[in-house]
């Protein structure tokens, strides 16, 4: 059974870190490119980072750059997403999602191969 479980969210007061989780089970993660995307409240899905299936091609939103770092532990199957720097405009679900055809991403979680339920981040004060 495939499955995407991400962890790791919470509270935390600008200028904090968080490091997100996304254990993967049912497939291996290293064969598919694999993405974070959030969606704040009332907005709509905002795609975030990418990291190929080498582990070395990693792009990420304008927004974001600089302050999140994605990467993979291959023997754990899982892919994290370290945010520092973080600002109340980070506030938001995060999701991780895979796609074996990867080089693009997309804004719908149902275009992806598979998806996470999400983690709740809130930068608050």
């Known amino acids: 059974q495939v499955q995407l479980v991400e962890s790791g969210g919470g509270l935390v007061r600008p200028g904090g870190s968080l490091r997100l989780s996304c254990a993967a089970s049912?497939?291996?993660?290293?064969?598919?490119?694999m993405y974070w995307l959030r969606q704040a409240p009332g907005k709509g899905l905002e795609w975030v980072a990418t990291?190929?299936?080498?582990?070395?091609?990693?792009w990420y939103a304008g927004s974001v750059k600089g302050r999140f770092a994605i990467s993979r532990d291959s023997a754990k199957n899982t892919l994290y997403l370290q945010m520092d720097n973080l600002s109340p405009e980070d506030t938001a679900q995060y999701y991780c999602?895979?796609?074996?055809?990867?080089?693009?991403?997309?804004?719908?979680?149902?275009?992806?191969?598979?998806w996470g339920q999400g983690t709740r981040v809130t930068v608050s004060s």
């Open positions: 990291l190929s299936t080498t582990g070395i091609g990693k």
């Open positions: 049912g497939f291996t993660l290293n064969d598919y490119w």
């Open positions: 999602a895979a796609l074996k055809e990867g080089g693009t991403y997309y804004t719908t979680l149902s275009e992806y191969d598979f």
